[in-house]
């Protein structure tokens, strides 16, 4: 086998592009030079000079539609926001509702999310970071693909600051089990409900279409707060 085939890393997403509207994709022209940040190699981004001041910054892995980050962001003014996200319909809804909205406290990558964690943040640069419904990739075959894993909590400790905040939330038990036994697991990180607890929901967390059509699935949400020692 190739080495390069044998190196290929393992992605925690499938680029499943969907439907790509024209609104969505007009609001990506237009609005991503205003919002858009692009990944160089080599090269960190420097947030004070990305939002032109040094308030608090959170980092949303996996945004989605971007509906909740855009309710935070207007709600949270005193605060500054990097929402990451693959998938194009999805960043293109977000772009829309950030000028929609008139916001100026956030930025849009359209990258991967291991890449930018590993490569392109500053160390102790950001005050959160959320992660919200990741991929559960329930097959058992693919727990692999699962983003919260040993690295990735290990790459967020190097990039929260002291007492800066990791909130996760997922409706797939055994998920929130392996979240679970994995932040517990890391020596840098405590869980500020005690130890092997998860949280009710946060209020800086909005409910979502997606939470609210769990819920009447009776589907329960699990959330786990844990904080940079």
Not at 61 to 69: Q, R
Not at 109 to 136: C, I, K, T, W, Y
């Amino acid at each position: 086998m190739p080495e390069a085939i044998k190196r290929r890393p393992i992605r925690s997403f499938v680029l499943r592009e969907g439907r790509f509207t024209e609104g969505q994709r007009s609001a990506y022209d237009r609005c991503w030079p205003r919002f858009g940040i692009d990944c160089i190699e080599g090269e960190q981004l420097d947030p004070i000079q990305l939002f032109g001041n040094s308030k608090p910054l959170y980092l949303e892995i996996g945004f989605g539609n971007g509906e909740a980050l855009a309710e935070t962001a207007a709600k949270h003014p005193e605060n500054n926001y990097i929402g990451i996200e693959v998938h194009r319909p999805g960043v293109g809804h977000l772009l829309l509702r950030l000028e929609e909205l008139g916001l100026s406290n956030t930025k849009v990558m359209r990258h991967d999310a291991m890449e930018v964690l590993r490569h392109h943040l500053p160390n102790q640069s950001l005050d959160g970071v959320m992660l919200f419904f990741p991929d559960p990739w329930h097959k058992k075959r693919h727990h692999k693909r699962r983003i919260v894993q040993p690295e990735f909590v290990s790459l967020l400790a190097r990039l929260l600051k002291p007492g800066g905040i990791l909130h996760l939330a997922t409706d797939w038990e055994g998920y929130a089990k392996q979240m679970m036994q994995v932040l517990s697991a890391a020596p840098e990180f405590e869980n500020t409900l005690g130890e092997g607890q998860f949280a009710p929901r946060p209020d800086t967390r909005p409910l979502t279409k997606f939470e609210q059509r769990g819920q009447r699935l009776g589907h329960g949400v699990l959330d786990l707060l844990f904080k940079k020692r």
